[in-house]
């Protein structure tokens, strides 16, 4: 299941899906999402961003453990990653 808004600057997502065990115990999960509609002077935006359990929104590059050619990203933040994984009814 997916949603998508527009409010202010920004673009919102929220999606509803199976939960993944390395980010929590739930077996639904949803994750909420934000894109800011505004670009700078070159075209570039500033990435998409997810909103986590403590209120905090956390950019996708500080989300994911490795990079698409399978090297380890330095900037990975495993306590962010656990909370964008939002359980439903409940869990870790």
């Known amino acids: 299941m ?3 808004w527009i409010d202010g600057d920004y673009k919102y ?6 939960g993944n065990s390395t980010y929590t115990d739930a077996d639904s999960i949803y994750r909420v999402s934000r894109k800011s509609t505004v670009v700078d002077e070159f075209g570039q935006g500033r990435g ?4 986590g359990t403590d209120g905090n929104w956390y950019q996708e590059s500080v989300l994911k453990e490795f990079y698409k050619d399978g090297s380890i990203n330095p900037l990975f933040n495993e306590s962010a990653s656990k909370m964008t994984h939002i359980p439903l009814g409940g869990g870790k």
């Open 48 to 51: 998409l961003e997810y909103l």
């Open 2 to 4: 997916k949603e998508n």
């Open 13 to 18: 997502t929220v999606r509803v899906h199976e």
